[in-house]
């Protein structure tokens, strides 16, 4: 199975501390200005998401979603969650650890990418 999202394990292991503060959380990349081009984490249901947001699939039980205007340059490749030291968005949850939530990404091979198309 050919996943449009994962994450590093150090991405999985700050997710399960912020749930384990907030409870559930919910992932979203908006590809606005400023903050908006990263992976935001919110409480789960605190953003409501709309026609124009794409389910990606979840990362460490946590939906992920991305505007389409995103997904339209991103959708040949497979995003790879993953957390560098620094500040980062500032309604993110992952603020206070001192860390930030950061997109990586690789293309799809045509085999993957044909996968996905069905």
């Not at 957390?83 to 993110?92: A, L, N, P, T």
């Amino acid at each position: 199975m050919v996943e449009r999202v994962t994450a590093t394990d150090a991405a999985l292991d700050l997710i399960e501390s912020i749930k384990a503060e907030h409870g559930d959380v919910m992932f979203h990349q908006s590809g606005g200005c400023c903050d908006g081009s990263s992976p935001m984490c919110y409480p789960d249901g605190d953003l409501m998401i709309g026609d124009q947001d794409v389910y990606l699939g979840e990362i460490g039980g946590a939906p992920f979603y991305m505007h389409k205007s995103q997904y339209d340059y991103w959708k040949h490749t497979q995003l790879i969650i993953d957390v560098v030291d620094g500040r980062g968005g500032m309604f993110s949850l992952e603020g206070r650890h001192g860390k930030r939530f950061l997109t990586r990404s690789r293309a799809f091979t045509e085999e993957e990418y044909q996968m996905l198309k069905t």
